[in-house]
């Protein structure tokens, strides 16, 4: 599965879910404090969304918040010692995902996660697209 961002331009970024929680993880490492994701358009107040970012509803990431996870991708891509941070995130969610689905979901978690190398683009691109400002998560 994977997690579209489009922002107001129109501009489309897609993620894997793994990978999209890695960089979550990794922008609150890098001194991201989230705010918050806001309700679709569509939705009346009595529908119940948690605000997160780790789902795909339709919710919007406001500009503000987009800046400040834009400017925790780039001090995260500034690090030399982003491929030592990079294994601890992965280890910790993987931790996590073990505890609440065993030990063949965490292996699969793992092996689906790049490396630090090949993040780094990833986070690159993201921070340019984060950048542009507030966007939706699909």
């Known amino acids: 599965m994977a997690v579209s961002l ?7 970024y897609r993620l894997g879910n793994s990978v999209w929680s890695l960089v979550l993880n990794l922008a609150q490492r890098y001194g991201w404090k989230p705010l918050g994701t806001l309700l679709p358009a569509e939705l009346d107040e009595s ?10 509803d339709g919710q ?9 996870f834009s400017q925790s ?3 995260a891509t500034a690090d030399r010692n982003l491929e030592m941070a990079v294994r601890k995130v992965i280890v910790a969610i993987a931790e996590a995902v073990r505890a609440q689905f065993g030990d063949d979901i965490a292996a699969l978690y793992m092996s689906s996660m790049p490396a630090a ?5 990833i ?14 998560i699909e």
């Open 123 to 136: 986070l690159e691109d993201l921070c340019d697209f984060c950048r542009q400002g507030e966007f939706v």
């Open 73 to 75: 991708l780039r001090a």
């Open 47 to 56: 529908t119940r969304l948690s605000g997160d970012y780790d789902t795909s």
């Open 117 to 121: 190398d090949d993040l780094r683009p």
């Open 6 to 12: 489009t922002n107001a331009l129109g501009e489309d």
């Open 60 to 68: 919007t990431v406001t500009s503000t918040d987009a800046a400040a």
